[in-house]
């Protein structure tokens, strides 16, 4: 990672084969992996849309973990609308090859919709 780079995980409809991946294919974004997250928390799903909530501990969170630039933050920020509806928080994730570093994932705290008890939202 270079200094000064971004890392954000990405869990639902960023994702690739998602709906919003196309704001993560620039030549300033590098995928860097599959991830899972270090600390369980809940995933909803609603109309389409993930969240994930701190507020109860499920199941690990499994996701992509992408290196982006400030450009590209703001984007995500905009479409999450952060920090008014999603809110970006660091958190630990561990890499498939069980290497692990700090990333930033979107969070929701509306409790409301189904729970995806495997914290792996399908795109």
């Keep these: 990672m270079n200094s000064g780079s971004i890392l ?3 869990y639902g409809t960023l994702k690739r084969g998602g709906r919003y991946h196309y704001l993560l294919q620039n030549e300033k ?3 860097r ?3 899972v997250t270090r600390e369980k928390f809940i ?3 609603r109309d389409g849309i993930p969240y994930v909530s701190r507020k109860r ?3 690990r969170i499994k996701g992509e973990v992408y290196e982006v630039d400030e450009k590209t933050l703001f984007r995500l920020d905009s479409l999450e609308e952060h920090p008014h509806w999603y809110r970006r928080e660091e958190v630990d994730v561990e890499f498939d090859d069980g290497n692990s570093t700090r990333a930033f994932l979107y969070f929701n705290e509306n409790e409301e919709g189904r ?3 495997s914290g792996n939202f399908p795109v």
């Design 115 to 117: 729970v995806i008890s």
């Design 29 to 31: 974004v590098r995928f």
């Design 33 to 35: 992996g599959k991830a």
């Design 57 to 59: 501990s499920l199941s």
């Design 43 to 45: 995933m909803y799903e």
């Design 8 to 10: 954000v995980f990405v």
